[in-house]
């Protein structure tokens, strides 16, 4: 399993979790998948 689909799986059970939309942790956790994803494709190997 990728880190990415654990991630996203988590992030999706965490969801599933509340019983109702909360604007900002939903903005918090796209924010926070944005930061993982930068980081996780900056920090491979660049491949043109």
Partial sequence: MSVSTAF??????????????????ETALVALGGMFVDNYLSSRPLED
């Fill in 8 to 25: 996203w799986g988590l992030v999706s059970r965490e969801l599933q979790l509340l019983e109702m939309p909360q604007p900002p942790v």
